[in-house]
């Protein structure tokens, strides 16, 4: 027994088709096609499958029933065409179920009129087995590529977020401070000296790691300054008892 495999090539290729490789047994040939949107029929019409003397097909696909039991697995619209190669579409629905994946897949097989027993079989699940593996492979790829693309976008959003907020604190800090001035002249008795310009931070160029940094350090300024601001409170209020026990001189 003889066994070749070889990259089969298409001109019919779309994005929506995954293609196994050609499996040769004697002068029979197996190649399969496996697509999770088109049809059975539309993949037993492909170009490249147009001389073939079996197309073997099977497809599992969400129904458009719904179930009763909220908590129950989604049902499935199950079928097979054997297509004269009795047994076969039976074999390509337990590769579906076993494969856990939703679509068609279709086996051709050129039969060259010598027979070559069960190994049939065997070859027309493995070719279906590498059509679904492709798309499997395929379909990861584009699920990495979609979660970079919406951890960009998050992350984008949450640079924009902080960048905001850090602006909204820095005037903040600079509204406190101007606060702790005034409350330090008045504990003085002196004209508070006017606030020093704060210059504009460029935070949209910074990473996102730096922000968090200069985020923490905001924090802490502001608690700084707000413990200033009590400490200074305290003392003025020390003042003014001060001055209520001290007499009045009489008139």
Not at 99 to 121: C, D, H, K, L, T
Not at 130 to 159: G, L, N, P, R, S
Request: hydrophobic fraction near 35%; glycine fraction near 4%; charged fraction near 30%.
């Amino acid at each position: 027994m003889t066994m070749k495999r070889e990259r089969s090539l298409s001109p019919s290729y779309t994005p929506e088709i995954f293609r196994s490789s050609k499996i040769e047994e004697q002068t029979s040939v197996f190649i399969a096609a496996f697509s999770p949107s088109l049809s059975a029929k539309a993949l037993q019409a492909l170009p490249e499958f147009k001389t073939a003397t079996h197309k073997i097909a099977a497809w599992r696909k969400p129904s458009r029933q719904k179930s009763l039991m909220p908590e129950t697995r989604i049902l499935y619209d199950l079928g097979h065409d054997d297509d004269g190669e009795k047994w076969a579409g039976g074999r390509l629905s337990n590769v579906l179920r076993d494969s856990q994946v939703e679509g068609v897949v279709v086996v051709a097989r050129w039969y060259g009129g010598q027979n070559i027993g069960p190994i049939r079989f065997t070859h027309i699940e493995n070719c279906a087995k590498e059509a679904i593996w492709k798309w499997k492979v395929a379909d990861t790829e584009i699920k990495k590529e979609q979660a970079v693309k919406k951890q960009k976008v998050d992350d984008e959003a949450k640079q924009k977020e902080l960048v905001k907020n850090l602006q909204e604190r820095d005037y903040n800090i600079f509204a406190l401070r101007k606060l702790l001035a005034q409350k330090k002249a008045q504990l003085q008795d002196e004209e508070p000296a006017p606030p020093t310009p704060q210059k504009p931070q460029t935070y949209a160029t910074m990473t996102m790691d730096t922000l968090k940094r200069v985020d923490k350090a905001r924090d802490a300024t502001i608690a700084f300054i707000l413990k200033q601001i009590d400490k200074v409170d305290e003392e003025l209020k020390l003042v003014e008892a001060l001055e209520d026990e001290t007499p009045s001189t009489p008139k």
